[in-house]
């Protein structure tokens, strides 16, 4: 089990980690840096192959992941919580399974790297964080009650 505090430093980081990674995908242009920059690390590397080209509909879902994901992250930082935290690691094993799944159909190894990166986030946001002075777990994803007006 974890303290509040230091599971919230952990919701941070990985709020900081998805804004440095992602914000370069929420233009074209910016996207376009990124994806050169990532045929150059792939060269750096020795690793086979490059990454494709783009077509137009390639970069739009790319953009529309950057614009989402920067979004997501800057909601974290500002308003850091808990049960943001449990979300987020479900977003991330979905990320990573879908990512996965690209490998598998042969895409560039280089997503190992984003791959691990999703898994570490996801699961250290998983551990069972202490509440109050019982020191019982708490899981964060408590509901709020809604209210419901009549028309």
Known sequence: ?????????IVR?????????TIGFATPWTFTAIHGGLNALIRLLG????????????MLMANLLGSIVTIWAILRLRNTQQRYGRYDATGRF???TWQGYALALGAHPILI????????????QL?????????????GLELEPVELRGG
């Open 1 to 9: 089990m974890i303290r509040p505090a230091s599971y919230l430093k």
């Open 13 to 21: 980081a990985s709020a900081w980690y998805d804004l440095v990674v």
């Open 47 to 58: 690793l086979p192959g490059s990454l494709p080209p783009f077509a137009p509909e390639h």
């Open 94 to 96: 979905l990320f990573a």
């Open 113 to 124: 790297g984003f791959i691990v990166a999703e898994l570490v986030f996801g699961i250290v």
């Open 127 to 139: 551990v069972p964080v202490t509440h109050g002075s019982a020191g019982r777990p708490d899981m």
